[in-house]
T-cell receptor, first 113, second 110 residues
Framework: DTAVSQTPKYLVTQMGNDKSIKCEQNLGHDTMYWYKQDSKKFLKIMFSYNNKELIINETVPNRFSPKSPDKAHLNLHINSLELGDSAVYFC????????????FGPGTRLTVT | KQEVTQIPAALSVPEGENLVLNCSFTDSAIYNLQWFRQDPGKGLTSLLLIQSSQREQTSGRLNASLDKSSGRSTLYIAASQPGDSATYLCAVYGSEKLVFGKGTKLTVNP
């Protein structure tokens, strides 16, 4: 059983389009995250949600809007895509609190042309 | 602002060698430190999680140590195998988020 799943795995789109990436976790975790891994492979947090509430927003352009319909899902919607948005986006989840590790999804490779 | 540095950036060793990967962080106010493995084109696999109150964790051929006061962690891999080839990422948890290093790309040659 996949613990943290993301769809789609690959996404190729043109500049200016709007796209969404979906994430689901079946671990019963309270907290979910979105990370961006750039072309230099540097992984950086974008957002975190705890029980559907936004906890962290790391100076991400407001073209990026996370949405958490329930505790098990955290989707990422991106408006007006730019070339610089091309990256691999990872979803992760964890139990609330600092004592637990994070579990990552397989990633979504977004290419903006 | 927390910064995590991993040295070396890349490492190539012959099969069977024992090796050490290094991670340092600037702010010792962390709750835990996590080592991950990332294979090309794949997600992250958690290898070891060390709480701030612990000194080390072991899993199979892997041993991770943590010296919070000096801001250092090491990942020791014993008897390396070609299947260990991957990028190893260190991340520290503090202020409700994980901060990652840029990773060490390990190649184990048969």
């Amino acid at each position: 059983d996949t613990a943290v799943s993301q769809t789609p795995k690959y996404l190729v789109t043109q500049m200016g389009n709007d796209k969404s990436i979906k994430c689901e976790q079946n671990l019963g975790h309270d907290t979910m995250y979105w990370y961006k891994q750039d072309s230099k492979k540097f992984l950086k947090i974008m957002f975190s949600y705890n029980n559907k509430e936004l906890i962290i927003n790391e100076t991400v352009p407001n073209r990026f809007s996370p949405k958490s319909p329930d505790k098990a899902h955290l989707n990422l919607h991106i408006n007006s895509l730019e070339l610089g948005d091309s990256a691999v986006y990872f979803c992760a989840s964890s139990q609330a609190g600092p004592l637990r590790g994070q579990y990552f999804g397989p990633g979504t490779r977004l290419t903006v042309t | 602002k927390q910064e995590v540095t991993q040295i070396p950036a890349a490492l190539s060793v012959p099969e069977g060698e024992n090796l050490v990967l290094n991670c340092s962080f600037t702010d010792s106010a962390i709750y835990n430190l996590q080592w991950f493995r990332q294979d090309p084109g794949k997600g992250l696999t958690s290898l070891l999680l060390i709480q701030s109150s612990q000194r080390e964790q072991t899993s199979g051929r892997l041993n991770a140590s943590l010296d919070k006061s000096s801001g250092r962690s090491t990942l020791y891999i014993a008897a390396s195998q070609p299947g260990d080839s991957a990028t190893y990422l260190c991340a520290v948890y503090g202020s409700e988020k994980l901060v990652f290093g840029k990773g060490t790309k390990l190649t184990v040659n048969p």
